[in-house]
């Protein structure tokens, strides 16, 4: 008998059927949550730099943890609140102070700029699973060392279809 079921947890990863990862998302937030809550008491006895540790022990490592999957999901907005809200506990800001300056002066990245370089590093990590243009074409042009992408054909899933595990 097969059973049919709307997520699958795998290596703390929580996939749903529709991709959407909300289910993930809402998974980790407690964790992120916990990381905030771990920061915001240490503040009072630590550093600026032994802050910083803590924040890439406790919340940087579960942010990071796959982010190449979800980091293009619209529910991972919530994750960047909280990394702001991590981020003007460890500066000591305003809830309403802009985050821009802190993300500089402490040289941790926002989540939308680690998601960019998380997929940039497994791209350079796993370069023999791409196709380069001039393994395609035989014309010489100014962007025959470029990638190839690949090309998805699966329109349902990108109109959000939801998927179906046997």
Known sequence: MIIQTNFLKFLRITVD??????QHIDTIIPRLNKACYIIRRC???LSHAALKMVY???FHSVM?????FWGNSTNSKCVFKLQK????IIMGAKNNDSCREFFYSTKILPLSA???YSLLKFVVNN???FLGNEDLYSIQTRNSYSLHP???HLIKYQKGGTLRWN
């Open 43 to 45: 503040k009072l006895y």
């Open 127 to 129: 370069r023999n699973l």
């Open 17 to 22: 059927n529709s991709l959407f990862w909300k």
């Open 85 to 88: 809200k991590t981020i003007r």
């Open 64 to 68: 990071s943890y796959d982010l190449i």
């Open 114 to 116: 680690q998601y960019i």
């Open 150 to 152: 690949p090309l998805c």
């Open 56 to 58: 890439y022990a406790f």
